[in-house]
């Protein structure tokens, strides 16, 4: 039976205070969860949570992470300093750092390149705008993103990395992709990635789904061939909404 991968990506909310009664209601909560979750709160939350998740079966992640290790770099967190509190995963090309703070692919690649050197494993965010996609450019898009993104890892390492596919105009809109769609574009995924390391690491490789994913969708996208799981968003903020989703096979 296959396994799936929950995310959970808190963006810029919460205090510390609330992170950490968000992450001991999903403690509480997931124990019996089938599913690998792994939850992304702000970076001044996370060494509170931590603390919280330490020895359960929740994963911690980050948002995003700086491109370098160390040195003249205001306002950047390294891969090093997530290391150092506990955090085991990062979401990388987020479309909010994509279209908000003009992250290209080739920095994208580079922040990829990096957590796996650091051993951190990557989530790559991929994913076409509305534009893009009425244009017919869907293909060329989300394809151009998972090469550049990928540009160098090596087969060996694919295992490390999970794809994230968010059609831009799902997230945080309330408009998912059908499943159907979803699946459609996963499998492109798979055949992008079976161009670049063959059928059977494309085949094993995780693709999660993000837009607008909620408890009474989640159950109808992950029974798709291609789905893998999801990277939530608005409801990943309440452990009422990100639970079920998790346990969607309970
Ligand atoms: C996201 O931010 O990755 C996301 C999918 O958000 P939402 O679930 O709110 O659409």
């Not at 998972?146 to 090596?154: C, I």
């Not at 809109?173 to 798979?190: L, Q, S």
């Not at 893998?228 to 968003?233: M, N, R, T």
Request: charged share 20%.
């Amino acid at each position: 039976m296959r396994s799936y991968y929950m995310a959970g990506n808190w963006k810029m909310h919460k205090t510390v205070a609330e992170s950490v009664a968000l992450a001991k209601a999903l403690v509480a909560g997931l124990g019996n969860c089938k599913e690998r979750v792994m939850i992304a709160p702000a970076f001044t939350a996370l060494s509170a949570v931590a603390e919280v998740v330490k020895g359960t079966n929740i994963i911690l992640g980050a948002q995003n992470m700086g491109p370098e290790l160390q040195g003249a770099h205001t306002g950047e967190i390294s891969p090093l300093m997530l290391k150092d509190l506990g955090v085991a995963a990062v979401i990388l090309g987020h479309s909010e750092r994509r279209h908000s703070y003009l992250e290209t692919d080739a920095l994208i690649n580079k922040k990829v390149l990096l957590a796996l050197a650091q051993g951190l494993d990557p989530i790559l965010c991929v994913g076409e705008t509305l534009e893009e996609r009425e244009a017919g450019n869907l293909e060329a898009v989300v394809g151009a993103q998972v090469k550049e993104g990928l540009k160098g890892v090596a087969a060996s390492e694919l295992g490390k990395v999970t794809i994230a596919y968010e059609p831009v105009w799902a997230i945080g809109t309330g408009k998912t992709a059908t499943p159907e769609d979803a699946d459609a574009v996963h499998a492109y995924i798979r055949k992008v990635l079976g161009g670049m390391y063959g059928d059977a690491p494309a085949k094993a490789m995780c693709i999660q789904y993000g837009g607008s994913v909620k408890p009474d969708n989640a159950a109808e996208l992950m029974a798709k061939p291609n789905i893998d799981g999801a990277l939530v968003g608005g409801a990943a903020l309440k452990a009422e909404t990100f639970a079920p989703i998790a346990m969607f096979r309970s």
